[in-house]
């Protein structure tokens, strides 16, 4: 067992990391959709420009589906904005 560190967070392995389509709700890219080898869990840089604090997601074990039957895993920002 790994103990826990003050400060730390979680990573998944790599074949833990499936390819996954994100709904964005929240932030600066709010309603936009995203695709990537991402695990529930872990944070992602959904941008498409120069990497920003606000573009960072967390993704959720939350799932919806769309009116053509894609599940999407629900991402919301990662930090904070003002």
Same mark, same amino acid.
């Given at each position: 067992? $790994?103990?826990?560190?003050?400060? +730390?967070?979680?990573?998944?392995?790599? !074949?833990?990391? %499936? %390819?996954?389509? *994100? *709904? *964005?709700?929240?932030?600066?890219? %709010?309603?936009?959709?995203?695709? #990537? +080898?991402?695990? &529930? #869990? @872990?944070? &992602? /840089?959904?941008? +498409?420009?120069?990497?920003?604090?606000?573009? $960072? !997601?967390? &993704?959720?074990?939350? =799932? =919806? =589906?769309?009116?053509?039957?894609?599940?999407? @895993?629900?991402? &919301?920002?990662? /930090?904070?904005?003002?």
């Amino acid at each position: 067992m $790994i103990p826990e560190v003050k400060g +730390s967070y979680r990573t998944s392995a790599r !074949y833990e990391m %499936d %390819d996954r389509r *994100l *709904l *964005l709700r929240g932030g600066d890219l %709010d309603g936009r959709t995203w695709l #990537g +080898s991402v695990a &529930v #869990g @872990n944070r &992602v /840089f959904c941008g +498409s420009g120069p990497w920003t604090p606000t573009e $960072i !997601y967390a &993704v959720t074990a939350e =799932v =919806v =589906v769309d009116d053509e039957g894609r599940s999407y @895993n629900v991402a &919301v920002p990662a /930090f904070a904005s003002s």
